[in-house]
């Protein structure tokens, strides 16, 4: 079994790509497409299914890359023992959350502390963000409202609290002291979708405090409800991590129970020694609460 013929296939496995996989290898792309090549060749198996737009894993290569992502894990965990004294001056590091505020402070210190490491950052939903640290196609990640499960090493950032997103010139602008849940029954609002975490904790907010606003449109970005609440179409919500310096709108805060966020930084405990994962977890503690 040649091993630089599964690192490609690894590589490609995680990366969705040849050109990004062979970034990663540090070798040409068709160097990584023939090691892929034969491969398949000699085992006589399609790995992979390759499309106009990306690389997609077949039944097989599902299970391979399984056996691969462990593999090279494994491998990854020995060069961290061998490496122990030696300075962190080079590698990549997978990057994960689910929003741009906190990470990105992180981010800068990071290339601060460690200017020739690479990072790839991906930005997506909670359950996205979760789902990609849990199958290892992130090394780090910025998670919000994340329980402790077994084999998920969790740090506290900070928490945050849901605020009232209006036009700039609302009434409510000028409230210094916030607004009253109370004050949001039957007001038409324009949300994220349902499965948003923001979404979720202000709902049940809503339920326990029998307020009941009228969501007008359902949207799938804190950029698109920016978009609609400057449009003046409604009144959005937004975490007070992530409230925008858009001046066509304003955040106020709410006054009630149930409107907290608790925002973490998570690794896996078995990949927690790796040595850029151990460096960017060590950033947590020193996170501005």
């Known amino acids: 079994m040649n091993l630089f013929q599964l690192r490609a296939f690894d590589a490609v496995a995680r990366e969705g790509s040849f050109t990004r996989a062979a970034a990663r290898l540090f070798i040409s792309q068709p160097a990584v497409t023939g090691h892929i090549k034969t491969l398949e060749e ?27 992502r ?23 590091l997978e990057v994960a959350a689910d929003g741009p505020h906190l990470v990105m402070p992180m981010l800068a210190s990071l290339r601060e502390r460690y200017p020739g490491i690479t990072v790839n950052l991906r930005l997506g939903n909670a359950q996205d963000t979760l789902a990609a640290l849990l199958s290892e196609h992130a090394d780090v990640a910025v998670l919000t409202e994340v329980e402790p499960r077994k ?3 969790l740090r506290p950032l900070k928490a945050s609290r849901i605020c009232a997103l209006v036009p700039s010139g609302h009434p409510w602008q ?12 039957q007001v038409i609002m324009v949300l994220r979708e349902p499965a948003s975490t923001t979404r979720r904790t202000f709902d049940l907010a809503c339920e326990q405090a029998g307020v ?9 970005s804190r950029e698109a409800v920016t978009e609609a ?44 020694q790796l040595r850029l994962i151990k460096a960017f977890m060590e950033l947590a503690p020193s996170y501005p609460a």
């Open 174 to 185: 000028a409230l210094s002291g916030g607004v009253e849940m109370a004050q949001l029954d």
């Open 42 to 68: 000699h085992y006589q198996i399609t790995l992979l299914r390759r499309t106009a737009r990306r690389v997609e894993l077949t039944e097989e290569g599902i299970k391979l890359a399984a056996i691969t």
């Open 229 to 272: 609440v400057a449009a003046q179409l409604g009144m959005g919500i937004v975490s007070s991590a992530e409230v925008s310096q858009d001046p066509r709108v304003h955040a106020v805060p709410i006054n009630g129970q149930g409107l907290t966020n608790r925002h973490l930084l998570g690794c896996m405990e078995r990949r927690a």
């Open 212 to 220: 009941s606003p009228r969501v007008l449109l359902e949207l799938d």
């Open 70 to 92: 462990a593999m090279f894990g494994l491998v990854d965990e020995a060069q961290v023992m061998l490496e122990a004294n030696r300075q962190l001056l080079t590698g990549r």
């Open 151 to 153: 084999g998920l090493m």
